[in-house]
């Protein structure tokens, strides 16, 4: 096998096998001019034992250069996670991010998040940088992928529960003794201008089955907030059928959501076709991020989206283009619980 043959076969084992890592250093000149694409040089190799592998992440301190990081997926939403308790600061710039996020010229990912200390109590802080560069309040698939980032970085075992201080206040994820991870995503927020959104009120002071004009449809939409915006819509006025989510040429569509004028902080929206009242599927349009395969907290916006018009029971399975998610809007105390998987893919580190 020519070497340029065994490094394709190392890559593509390692997306492929998820229980063998890979470990790898990919360099990038994360500062200056743009090099040419010819130039990235790659080298990766297969590590069988997963244990292995993070011990050698975990342990490595080759220079004060390199950056270090574990590549975690929640249902296909990718994430690059950097151990960032020893200080307050990203290691790394928004401008940064967005290089490492590409996928053709950096490691790939929807986003980059950071596992700082905690501030007010809390046991961590989260931050994460979009693939464009972009800081939203939080992430549902990125908190899972946060619990089980410090489940290793602890080296702990069995069903653990962190505090997470967020941009949208404190998060609770609870690692299960089957791996998932079950998060205390708090209230939905369902006032139009803490959303935030220009649509006015339609039911009891929340913005529910509102009229937007996108494209020359009228949609019927629902605003919700779980501390970042999200717009849920199950089809527009005009159409006489119900909405086939998977015929949406989403990459159109997508866009004109996210900077509609009604949402000042631009919008994650999510268009949903009701399989029954406990089963729904959904595609996403994430706010600086695009179409994702996940989106957690677009999950719980949708079912409490669906259960404000009628469609829905308050607990449901979401079908998204990665996988199911288990949301829960329970009534006795409000508050939107989300179960699901995270895992590692591999490790590495950048040299810059």
């Given at each position: 096998?020519?070497?340029?043959?065994?490094?394709?076969?190392?890559?593509?084992?390692?997306?492929?096998?998820?229980?063998?890592?890979?470990?790898?250093?990919?360099?990038?000149?994360?500062?200056?001019?743009?090099?040419?694409?010819?130039?990235?040089?790659?080298?990766?190799?297969?590590?069988?034992?997963?244990?292995?592998?993070?011990?050698?992440?975990?342990?490595?301190?080759?220079?004060?250069?390199?950056?270090?990081?574990?590549?975690?997926?929640?249902?296909?939403?990718?994430?690059?996670?950097?151990?960032?308790?020893?200080?307050?600061?990203?290691?790394?710039?928004?401008?940064?991010?967005?290089?490492?996020?590409?996928?053709?010229?950096?490691?790939?990912?929807?986003?980059?998040?950071?596992?700082?200390?905690?501030?007010?109590?809390?046991?961590?802080?989260?931050?994460?940088?979009?693939?464009?560069?972009?800081?939203?309040?939080?992430?549902?698939?990125?908190?899972?992928?946060?619990?089980?980032?410090?489940?290793?970085?602890?080296?702990?075992?069995?069903?653990?529960?962190?505090?997470?201080?967020?941009?949208?206040?404190?998060?609770?994820?609870?690692?299960?003794?089957?791996?998932?991870?079950?998060?205390?995503?708090?209230?939905?927020?369902?006032?139009?201008?803490?959303?935030?959104?220009?649509?006015?009120?339609?039911?009891?002071?929340?913005?529910?089955?509102?009229?937007?004009?996108?494209?020359?449809?009228?949609?019927?939409?629902?605003?919700?907030?779980?501390?970042?915006?999200?717009?849920?819509?199950?089809?527009?006025k005009d159409l006489k059928q119900d909405l086939q989510?998977?015929?949406?040429?989403?990459?159109?569509?997508?866009?004109?959501?996210?900077?509609?004028?009604?949402?000042?902080?631009?919008?994650?929206?999510?268009?949903?076709?009701?399989?029954?009242?406990?089963?729904?599927?959904?595609?996403?349009?994430?706010?600086?991020?695009?179409?994702?395969?996940?989106?957690?907290?677009?999950?719980?916006?949708?079912?409490?989206?669906?259960?404000?018009?009628?469609?829905?029971?308050?607990?449901?399975?979401?079908?998204?283009?990665?996988?199911?998610?288990?949301?829960?809007?329970?009534?006795?105390?409000?508050?939107?619980?989300?179960?699901?998987?995270?895992?590692?893919?591999?490790?590495?580190?950048?040299?810059?």
């Amino acid at each position: 096998m020519s070497p340029a043959a065994a490094t394709s076969f190392a890559a593509a084992a390692a997306v492929a096998a998820p229980t063998a890592p890979c470990r790898g250093r990919l360099r990038l000149p994360l500062r200056g001019a743009p090099r040419a694409p010819h130039r990235a040089v790659v080298s990766m190799a297969v590590s069988a034992p997963k244990s292995a592998a993070a011990a050698s992440f975990l342990e490595r301190r080759e220079s004060g250069r390199a950056l270090h990081f574990v590549k975690y997926q929640g249902l296909g939403n990718d994430f690059i996670m950097v151990d960032n308790r020893d200080s307050s600061v990203p290691k790394v710039s928004p401008e940064e991010a967005a290089k490492l996020c590409d996928r053709n010229f950096g490691i790939g990912a929807d986003g980059v998040i950071f596992v700082m200390p905690g501030v007010n109590g809390a046991d961590y802080t989260m931050r994460i940088f979009n693939s464009d560069g972009s800081e939203p309040e939080m992430c549902g698939n990125g908190v899972r992928c946060f619990a089980r980032f410090i489940a290793e970085l602890e080296n702990l075992q069995g069903t653990h529960s962190f505090t997470i201080h967020t941009g949208a206040g404190l998060i609770i994820p609870e690692i299960q003794s089957d791996g998932q991870v079950k998060v205390d995503m708090g209230e939905p927020i369902l006032s139009g201008p803490d959303i935030p959104t220009k649509l006015l009120a339609t039911k009891n002071k929340a913005v529910v089955q509102a009229e937007l004009e996108v494209e020359g449809l009228t949609w019927q939409v629902t605003c919700v907030s779980m501390g970042n915006p999200h717009c849920v819509t199950f089809g527009a006025k005009d159409l006489k059928q119900d909405l086939q989510v998977d015929d949406l040429k989403l990459s159109e569509i997508g866009p004109k959501f996210e900077h509609h004028e009604m949402f000042p902080a631009r919008t994650n929206t999510e268009f949903v076709q009701v399989l029954s009242r406990s089963h729904l599927k959904m595609r996403v349009w994430e706010r600086g991020a695009g179409a994702t395969l996940a989106c957690g907290t677009g999950a719980c916006a949708v079912v409490v989206a669906a259960v404000l018009e009628g469609r829905a029971e308050r607990k449901c399975i979401v079908d998204l283009p990665g996988g199911p998610l288990e949301i829960e809007w329970r009534e006795n105390d409000n508050h939107v619980y989300m179960t699901g998987p995270a895992e590692a893919v591999f490790y590495g580190s950048v040299v810059h």
